[in-house]
């Protein structure tokens, strides 16, 4: 996948809408400019025109020479946050993102946003000042060694010392965030190289034309015996992951899936890669994906991975996964081949192009018998569905998600937090395109849900965006509802409130003898919480007040929370044990039994 | 099984940490790494050999790859290759018995590079066996040996021989490449 931004385009919009007169003429190359005048007007001509950050003294020259810049800066309240906004922002957006902090404490507090960011193959830029130079490594105050503490959980990260570096680093960095697999890229500017001045010229700073990964490999043999393998398999399922969105390939997916007749499951990160509504859809697959789902995989004879990496959440215990299956694994990470899950075929490439190149090898072929044998296994489990239990006075969160779903609408974003709710979320919100799911999929990083949610909304502005969020990890980035009063954002704010960490309780409950230990949560009133944002809210205690209190929040002028008080003690269902095979799952409980029933799929 | 991988890096500061994080994250201990200036101008070339899976190789390749600094990878496995290393070897020996590890070093072909009247100093350089086989010697009269540094080894592929020219290039160098693919089947 080469790279998508065109820097040259953007360069002159962005120079065309300056407010400023004059401010362009630091724009226009070449000119002497201060470090942290190049900053910024290489960032301008990234294309970038919002940035999240926190300033302090190693980036304060940075932050001086701002204004004079067509930019928009987002004060976070912790750094945290700022690389989660980046994150969101990019998510919703397909661009970069970008997050600025200061040294020490500042840089360190951006460290789980990154991970949150590489773990999801996230675009996104973070800059952060520096010590000047001549004390980089005596532990000068608020040094922190970032490129060293960062260089796990980044693609790649720079310092640099010397001004006149910049400008080729940072579009270097851009180029890095957003080609072949994308990925987080930290660049850690010392105080005096923002503070001395180069030369700039944004088109001389270019940086050498993107090298794809040398193993990328789509064999002429690959293809055809790809091809093959689809005409002659009998229970074919397509694996659709976050890769589809990434190199934009839902067509090709769909064409895929509609010519040949295979039906598609969907990971966590891939949900909206494929409509929800489609006929050919099956679900999320995994750990709580529905037993139909999992079971499909567990019976199929040839699995097409598609962007997706066979993560342990999705595949259960790796020497009982698809054993029947050949394997067809199209991905644009040569380092993800048979890492988890060995495969027959590997198409090592970008996921639209090697679509492209295979589809014209795919004839119709009648998939009805295998799709009705798919239909038949979903049986029972569909009517005792909590979704469709009667209304008993109790308001479950899978009711709220399915209530939100149908108000709120395809068009939505949402964001969710990680949890119980992130699950139902899953389960009950039908997303029907790419882009309006937003979720920390691999990191699994609690707190991510209201910064994201902050860098979606100013990502599209002109689109609804839920946040979804648990009483507890709500509670860890809570303070940027400040953020959200700042900036006069319309962010809608759905806390689903059980009174416990609601995932941990689950697993207490499941695995370590109801042991609840640490489990129980003590919150704030979230509306008064709210309240003292000057934001509005409601809590919500039936499912009768669920609608009208999201058409409520949906007509507010500005933000709005939701605090909906749900079961305490309820569980996610189905769910496969970590470890377990993913025909070993916990079923919903039946009407016989009080306790979880442990079923096998073909129950 | 034993990997050899040659890689060309970035000569630049904190690459080699990136390479070697690598193997600390995928819990890979690093036999040995060399790293020296190459035939290409700003870039290094090392050769670092690790015990990992026989499956392992294709990811750590793939892997090192998606390093920034890294610009070509070679996974050396049992293609045909010349491996040395260098072993600087400090022994204790008076004017009344250095004459025993002269013939030893005779038969090694190694060299004496460092000569005072309480030691000596022998630079060896060989297949990881040979200089094994010195060391093993060496240390039949305990308290002999004082000091020993090993560069680890480095691997450079074979050109596009036919199998008469490798036995018309002479018996010792034959010799060598027959332990070196030894070695490789072995591993």
Known sequence: MASKGNPKGHAHEANGSAAAPGANAHLHPPARLTGAEILWATLVGEGVDTVFGYPGGAILPAYDALRKFPIRHVLVRHEQGAAHMADGYARASGKVGVAIATSGPGATNLVTGIATAMLDSIPIVCITGNVPSKVLGTDAFQEVDITGVTLPVTKHNFLVSKTEDLAQTLRHAFQIARSGRPGPVLVDITKDAQQGSAVFDFEVAKPRPYRPHPMLRVEESGLAQAAELIRNAKRPVILAGHGVMESGAMEQVRALAERAQIPVALTLLGLGGFPASHPLNLGMMGMHGEAWVNHAIQEADLLIACGMRFDDRVTGKLSEYALKARKIHIEIDPAEINKNVKVDVALVGDLREVLEELLPRIAGRDGSAWLKTIEASKGAVAVRDIKNLPDLGHLYAAHVMHDLWRIAGSDAIVVTDVGQHQMWEAQYFHHGKPRTLITSGGLGAMGFALPAAIGAKFACPDKDVWVIAGDGGFQMTAAELSTIVQEKLKIHIAIINNGYLGMIRQWQEFFYERNYEAAPLVSPDFVKLADAHGIPGRAVRTRAEVAPAVEEARRAPGAFLLNFLVEKEESVYPMIPAGSALHEMIRRPGKRAKDPLEERAED | ?187
Do not use: W
Request: hydrophobic content about 45%; proline content about 2%; aromatic content about 4%.
């Open chain 2, 1 to 187: 099984m034993l990997h050899t991988f040659v890689a060309y890096v970035e000569d630049l500061p904190g690459v080699l940490t990136r390479v070697a994080s690598l193997f600390r994250r995928l819990n890979i201990n690093i036999h040995s790494l060399t790293v020296g200036r190459s035939e290409r101008p700003g870039l290094s070339r090392l050769t670092l050999v690790c015990e990992a899976s026989g499956e392992a190789g294709h990811r750590i390749r793939a892997s090192l790859f998606k390093l920034e600094n890294v610009v070509d990878v070679d996974d050396i496995a049992q293609a045909p290759a010349v491996t040395r290393e260098l072993a600087l070897i400090k022994v204790a020996a008076t004017p009344r018995n250095r004459a025993q590890i002269f013939d030893l070093v005779e038969v090694f072909r190694a060299r004496i590079v460092d000569l005072t009247s309480e030691s000596l100093m022998i630079e060896m350089t060989g297949v990881e066996s040979k200089i094994e086989g010195l060391i093993e010697v060496l240390r039949e009269d305990e308290g002999r040996i004082l000091e020993i540094c090993r560069s680890g080894k480095m691997t450079m592929r074979r050109g596009h021989h036919v199998s008469s020219v490798l036995r018309a290039m002479g018996a010792g160098d034959a010799e060598e490449a027959r332990e070196t693919q030894e070695n490789a089947v072995e591993s």
